[in-house]
């Protein structure tokens, strides 16, 4: 199994540049996918979803892709800001209602 | 734009103790969920809640838990005989008609057992 601690995956990015967050879900009938950020003190706030009948799918400076082949997620975050700095979650949901979270990946923006 | 809302921010309570946490969904949502995230973990997913009855639960969510929606806007999580092990941030979520829409979360109620 997985194991779980106090330290997240971080990744450092220069401000303006562009970042990619990358995530392995583990339920082949998972069928539906959401980014999650989460800043210090507060709740997962959603940044953008894509269904299993997609494989890319564009928002305002964030890009989700899929991969159903070997179950990856990932989200690329364009011209990353100091706002963009937080921790971030992929959930995958596989029908049932309840969400699955990845561990976490922590971005910090450097100015 | 419309969020959920939790409260209290903050509750810290006697081992054994009973605590309920509350919550305001987003209006016009009928799905309903509480999750957890004990400190630097993931965040869980501790049950699912439609049409006044839950749809969903979790291995976590045993006979110590209940959740309730009380009235038109209210959601409330009831810990029975909190442990020390309940101490963790308590999100609240909810999503509109069906499921597969973006849950909406919360900024949570950080529940201390001391």
């Known amino acids: 199994g997985e194991s779980v601690g106090l330290h997240l995956p971080t990744l450092s990015v220069q401000e303006g540049d562009n970042s990619i967050i990358n995530c392995a879900y583990s339920n082949s009938a998972s069928d539906y996918f959401i980014w999650y950020k989460q800043e210090s003190g507060k709740g997962p706030q959603f940044i953008i979803d894509?269904?299993?009948?997609?494989d890319k799918r564009q928002g305002q400076r964030v890009t989700v892709l899929l991969n159903k082949t070997v179950k990856h997620l990932s989200l690329q975050i364009a011209a990353t800001q100091p706002g963009d700095s937080a921790v971030y979650f992929c959930a995958e949901n596989s029908g049932n209602n309840r969400l699955a979270f990845g561990k976490g990946n922590q971005v910090v923006v450097i100015p | 734009e419309p969020e959920v809302t939790q409260t209290p921010s903050h509750q810290v309570t006697q081992m054994g103790q009973e605590v309920i946490l509350r919550c305001v969904p987003i209006s016009n949502h009928l799905y309903f969920y509480w999750y957890r995230q004990i400190l630097g973990q993931k965040v869980e997913f501790l049950v699912s809640?439609?049409?006044?009855?839950?749809?969903?639960k979790s291995e976590i969510f045993d006979d110590q838990f209940s959740v309730e929606r009380p009235d038109g806007s209210n959601f409330t999580l009831k810990i029975r005989s909190t442990k020390l092990e309940d101490s963790a941030m308590y999100f609240c979520?909810?999503?509109?008609?069906?499921?597969?829409?973006?849950?909406?979360f919360g900024d949570g109620t950080r529940l201390s057992i001391l």
């Open positions: 809640f439609y049409n006044n009855e839950i749809s969903e």
């Open positions: 894509i269904r299993s009948n997609m």
């Open positions: 979520a909810s999503s509109a008609r069906r499921p597969n829409q973006p849950q909406h």
